[in-house]
């Protein structure tokens, strides 16, 4: 593929098709935030992107030996809650997540499903010992947000350390990761 451009226009038949993307507020996010983040996921996918509440009590997905919160669990109610066909859905957290063979997660997502997670607590620059840094901020989070749904269409991980569909587990990884798919997975995310 020779463009983005292009890419953008292998995706439409997607929204011809009556697929979109939702992202679910679970807890305090500023509207703005939320807003920026749709307008990146947008133009990332060529898909129309929903912001939707969610007031779902959190406390039954806490794990208190762990002090962190299931995203497996959390993934499995989003399915449930959202059970759409049409949609693509990710929770948005401020929560410290984790899955039973991992110490955290930055995100997850079920492959060629539905939905998934992602959370800002690792992704902020204070729990590292470093100044706040509102964009940065963002920036990471639309990331793995991005990341996330590529799982959903059907990504796996790439080796390709720039492309956005690359791990993460360190932060280091995920600021040196674009905001955009390689080549490769572009290509992939045509055939999905």
Do not use: W
């Amino acid at each position: 593929m020779s463009t983005r451009n292009e890419f953008y226009k292998s995706c439409k038949f997607l929204s011809l098709l009556g697929q979109h993307i939702l992202l679910i507020s679970f807890g305090q996010f500023d509207k703005n935030f939320l807003e920026q983040t749709a307008a990146v996921v947008k133009a990332s996918f060529g898909l129309p992107v929903n912001i939707s509440i969610n007031y779902e009590e959190l406390t039954k997905y806490y794990d208190p030996m762990r002090r962190q919160y299931d995203a497996d669990k959390l993934i499995k109610y989003i399915q449930f809650e959202y059970r759409r066909t049409d949609a693509k859905a990710i929770g948005l957290f401020r929560v410290d997540l984790f899955i039973p063979i991992l110490t955290y997660v930055i995100g997850q997502a079920v492959f060629k499903g539905s939905a998934g997670v992602v959370s800002l607590f690792r992704l902020k620059n204070e729990l590292y010992g470093l100044p706040k840094d509102e964009q940065l901020l963002f920036e990471r989070f639309y990331k793995e947000i991005i990341h996330e749904l590529g799982h959903t269409f059907g990504l796996s991980h790439c080796v390709n350390p720039a492309c956005v569909m690359h791990p993460s587990i360190y932060i280091e990884e995920v600021d040196q990761k674009e905001a955009r798919f390689c080549m490769k997975c572009s290509g992939e995310l045509e055939k999905e």
